[in-house]
């Protein structure tokens, strides 16, 4: 595995080169442009609003500023592992004629997929940082753990990148299965509502490592406080096993990559 790393270090400028394509293809000929990076969390955001207020005037509660700031926080990343996995399902597919004639790491398609995501991600940020300054949440010293929240979603989304991508190109039904996982797991995942609201059920929730990294935003930056350690832990550890063993998992069938496209 060193060695795989070490290739894929010297090949590090086509990564930056494929993700430069990946963005560019990704926007081309779009009226909108980049704002669709920024655009669909928003809806996300919107449509979570709507379901909080609707959840308050059923329990006679309020929606207030930090309820819409919680779902903002969460509703980004989300739109990140969700792009970043469905981007990557079926990267060595659309690039099958590269992957069978030159060579070169193959790992390199889906770390640009999850990179060109990653981009995404980064765009979207910009409002949503002006958003929580707006809103009256101060910055503390808690959103000192934002980094390693975020290190940790991304060696989720890579692990589970690595993954798919590999898997899909030896079974097309995967593409199915991971299509029916992203839409659904907005469901099993806590983007519109805040674990606590869930009582003791709430640790099911909790299992879902995405769950983990997305309270910890939210009590590190809206709530003002230290990120439960144990679950930051148990996503941290699920996105490093993740990351390894999809890595692993993805050389070993590597070799086979040009027969089953």
């Given amino acids: 595995m060193r060695e795989a790393l070490r290739e894929l270090w010297r090949y590090r400028g086509l990564l930056y080169a494929v993700i430069d394509r990946d963005i560019k293809i990704k926007y081309k000929q779009s009226v909108m442009g980049f704002m669709w990076a920024i655009l669909m969390p928003l809806v996300i955001v919107l449509v979570g609003v709507m379901v909080r207020y609707a959840y308050a005037l059923a329990a006679g509660a309020t929606v207030n500023v930090a309820d819409v700031a ?29 992957v069978t004639k030159i060579y070169f790491p193959k790992e390199i398609f889906p770390m640009a997929a999850v990179g060109s995501s990653l981009f995404d991600l980064c765009v979207a940020a910009v409002p949503l940082i002006l958003l929580v300054a707006f809103s009256g949440i101060g910055a503390n010293v808690h959103m000192l753990w934002v980094p390693a929240i975020l290190v940790t979603l991304l060696l989720i989304v890579t692990g589970l990148a690595f993954l798919v991508s590999a898997a899909s190109l030896f079974y097309r039904d995967v593409k199915y299965l ?17 674990v606590s609201m869930f009582g003791k059920y709430g640790v099911l929730m909790m299992l879902n490592p995405v769950s ?50």
Wanted: hydrophobic share 55%.
């Fill in 70 to 98: 919680g779902v903002a926080i969460r509703s980004v990343p989300w739109a990140f592992t969700v792009s970043g996995i469905r981007f990557a399902t079926n990267c060595l597919i659309s690039n099958s004629s590269l």
């Fill in 178 to 194: 991971v299509e029916v996982a992203l839409t659904f797991g907005i469901f099993v995942t806590p983007v519109f509502f805040n």
């Fill in 212 to 261: 983990g990294v997305l309270e910890a935003l939210d009590a590190a930056v809206v709530r003002g406080h230290t990120p439960d350690l144990f679950w930051l832990a148990y996503s941290f550890v699920f996105g490093a096993v993740a990351f390894i063993g999809g890595y692993m998992f993805f050389k070993r069938l590597e070799p086979a990559f040009a027969e089953s496209i």
